[in-house]
């Protein structure tokens, strides 16, 4: 498989050690920050790629989506920052028939993480006595917050606890309301991700943890996403659709 990388910060050098390792090549590498790489995102720099992995900025993320989906290209999209416009892409991707995988986190171990947080917050929402709550943290290079995989846990969780309506990203200046999950985000030192679901009740506290010790899973993953889309036909899918497909079948 011939690789696009799209985006060439460490987690682009980090694929391109996992892709290599593969057995993959890596046909073109595209960031403007990066000596020797090449500038711009264009249907030249991408010719003869399969598959393109794009880790850049939420604020080209969007852009860079669109040009993928109408030049044919396939694209695993690591970028997070963007999903308030998921309904847009998810129609620009059944108009041109655009092939593109996205998900907040590429590590396969996330992927059941959410899973489990998922029947977890089933069965303590059934309770009435446990309240819940999210906190985040990353290195403080980290361009966004919250991040893309505390979005897809609170997500699960709301479905457990339906008392829950929305969700609470910034400093509480008031009593948080019942229907409120509150999710707290820190950025500190060189920590590559660490997500704890919570869910207390006036007896006990059950911490659900997953923490990342390398960036290399999220590559491992990446790759492999990327493997799994070269062989899809067009459509919208997320890394839980390869686990259901690859491991859960």
């Keep these: 498989m011939k690789l696009a990388l799209v985006g060439y910060g ?123 709550a999210i906190i985040e943290v990353h290195h403080n290079k980290k361009a966004d917050s919250p991040s893309g995989t505390a979005g897809m846990l609170a997500s699960r969780v709301l479905e457990g606890f339906p008392e829950k309506t929305r969700i609470e990203y910034e400093t509480q200046h008031q009593r948080r309301g019942d229907e409120v999950l509150h999710v707290s985000s820190l950025r500190v030192g060189s920590v590559p991700g660490t997500h704890t679901v919570l869910f207390d009740s006036p007896e006990d506290t059950i911490e659900l943890i997953h923490t990342a010790r390398t960036r290399d899973g999220f590559a491992f993953g990446a790759v492999a996403a990327a493997a799994w889309l070269n062989e899809r036909e067009s459509g919208l899918y997320t890394l839980e659709d390869m686990v259901d497909a690859v491991f859960l079948r």
Aim: glycine content about 10%.
């Design 10 to 132: 460490k987690m682009g050098k980090i694929i391109k050690t996992h892709a290599l390792a593969q057995n993959h090549e890596i046909a073109s590498i595209i960031d403007p920050f990066e000596e020797g790489a090449k500038k711009s995102l264009t249907v030249e720099n991408l010719h003869g790629c399969d598959v393109a992995i794009d880790f850049t900025h939420p604020d080209v993320a969007l852009e860079h989506i669109r040009f993928y989906i109408e030049n044919g290209v396939p694209a695993v999209i690591g970028t997070t920052g963007w999903y308030e416009h998921l309904g847009e892409v998810a129609s620009m991707v059944d108009e041109a028939n655009g092939t593109i995988l996205y998900s907040g986190n590429f590590s396969l171990g996330v992927a059941l993480f959410l899973r489990s947080v998922r029947y977890a917050a089933a069965l303590y929402g059934k309770t009435g006595r446990y309240d819940s």
